[in-house]
């Protein structure tokens, strides 16, 4: 089988997780497989080497997310045309959703010949074994003319039992982003109880499952001596669920010795009101060096309308608790909400603002479908494209739809001013500055996000 991740034109990089995990299945299973992360660039070339090893009937299974789907809707109809004996798989957060909207379900099914709801590890060897569909949990596909959605696949419930990612397949020096390389990512647990109405809980549910902290730090330490890896960032929903999970990840990895060779950071954010002084003490010494918190608007009401069970009050007396450390902070913000007007896009720039952090970062309210945040947009708002089709504007730099009271000039404009007005500050200038001095990678992004965000308008 050969797995590909139709990468957007973005200067970061992650390895896909996701299909290095199936591959690790497959792999297991002695069954051939190849990941192909398809760089915008020079994709044409990439499609050229798939053509080159493509098998007769061999599947072709994609990583589909909402920020990847017109590139994959491209890729996938030039294969579809050329090879009509190949089966097309979708699978990831976008094709996982056919079972909440059927009109995903029949954008999926108008490209691929089947998609997946769900984790795939229990299913991709039974695709890969050629059974017969109408037996394989967590699919969807058409037959006779209709379409067809099998029982969901039942979640893993004990994770060490998957294999590592297959890590091996991996060309590290394809990837980047403003850290240390070779860098790699990792994720510990999977799905989130919490219930913030912009995040789709369609692939890894609301259950929160964990790894065991050694089956965690075995895996930082392959790495590290497989492949040399500097830089580590785990993408977990809620990596702080539990302090004490990852009190005893770090005492793992200070036993180990990992700290002295390995950095670690969370870029996917922790919640703004985390407390555990003693957690953020062994973070530092386990080695995380940079932590975000996601805080989302500055305006108490439209948090709460988010889902998010968060007192603004508390974000800075956790974001100083995490800098006290010496752990550099990333905040993030949500810019263009259906709740949003000018004024309350001022208070989020404001709020930002008044707590010191060394970064933030303000994103362009990106709905997804099959969550609360897609319908509110869908019902009381205006997109400004097909949301089924992908959001090509989004990568522009532009807002995917509109408000009432904010249309498409107004959230572009403040979208610049968040920018200007919180790094372009002398003490902030030098705050930023100094977070950046262990990286030129760092340095060379922030001058990069600049320009783009100062002069063309598009987005980090």
């Known amino acids: 089988m050969i797995l590909i991740n139709p990468n957007p034109r973005y200067y970061i990089r992650y390895p896909q997780l996701g299909l290095l995990y199936l591959a690790g299945v497959l792999e297991k299973e002695n069954q051939r497989v190849f990941v192909i992360d398809v760089f915008y660039s020079y994709y044409k070339s990439y499609l050229q080497y798939v053509e080159n090893i493509l098998k007769p009937e061999e599947p072709l299974g994609f990583y589909v ?90 979640s893993i419930a004990d994770l060490d039992t998957i294999p590592f990612p297959a890590w091996h397949l991996v060309n590290f020096n394809s990837y980047i982003a403003p850290t240390r390389l070779p860098f790699a990512n990792m994720i510990t647990s999977r799905g989130c109880p919490r219930r913030c109405i912009y995040c789709t809980h369609t692939v890894f549910g609301y259950k929160l499952r964990l790894r065991s902290p050694i089956n965690v730090v075995n895996e930082i330490e392959y790495l590290f001596k497989k492949f040399g890896i500097k830089d580590i960032h785990f ?61 989302e608007s500055g305006v108490q009401d439209i948090v ?4 998010k069970n968060l007192d603004l009050r508390k974000v800075n007396s956790t974001v100083q608790k995490i800098r006290k450390r010496g752990i550099i902070v990333g905040l993030y913000f949500m810019l263009g909400l259906p709740f949003d007007d000018e004024e309350s896009l001022k208070k989020t720039i404001e709020f930002a603002k008044s707590i010191k952090a060394e970064h933030a970062f303000f994103w362009l309210t990106l709905p997804f479908p099959g969550t609360k ?16 089709m992908g959001y090509p504007t989004y990568e522009e730099g532009k807002p995917v739809f509109e ?16 920018y200007r007005e919180f790094y372009f500050r002398p003490l902030q200038f030098i705050r930023t500055l100094k977070s950046i001095k262990r990286t030129s990678l760092m340095l060379i992004y922030l001058i990069r996000s600049a320009f783009l965000i100062l002069c063309r308008g598009r987005r980090l």
């Not at 108008?110 to 699919?139: C, M, R």
């Not at 945040?373 to 089924?388: A, G, H």
């Open 304 to 307: 709460y309308k988010l889902g």
């Open 403 to 418: 408000n009432k009271s904010l249309k498409v000039k107004t959230i572009k404009y403040y979208y610049k001013k968040a």
């Open 65 to 154: 997310n909402i920020s990847n789907l017109n590139l994959v809707i491209q890729i996938t109809k030039y294969f579809k045309n050329k090879f009509l004996n190949n089966p097309i798989i979708w699978g990831g957060p976008f094709p996982s959703t056919a079972n909440v909207d059927q009109r995903v379900l029949e954008s999926v099914l108008e490209y691929a010949d089947y998609g997946f709801i769900g984790e795939g590890e229990s299913v991709i060897t039974e695709i890969a074994k050629g059974y017969d569909l109408d037996n394989i949990a967590g699919i969807y596909y058409k037959k006779d003319g209709k379409y067809k959605i099998n029982s969901s696949a039942p």
């Open 373 to 388: 945040l897609f319908d509110i947009v869908e019902k009381e708002c205006r997109f400004l494209s097909n949301p089924y």
């Open 235 to 295: 993408w977990d929903d809620l990596f702080t669920a539990y302090p004490e999970r990852v009190k005893e990840i770090c005492r793992l990895i200070i036993k180990e010795k990992l700290h002295k060779h390995i950095r670690f950071a969370l870029p996917n954010g922790i919640p703004a009101d985390t407390d555990d002084e003693e957690m953020f003490d062994l973070m530092k010494r386990a080695g995380f060096n940079y932590i975000t918190v996601a805080i």
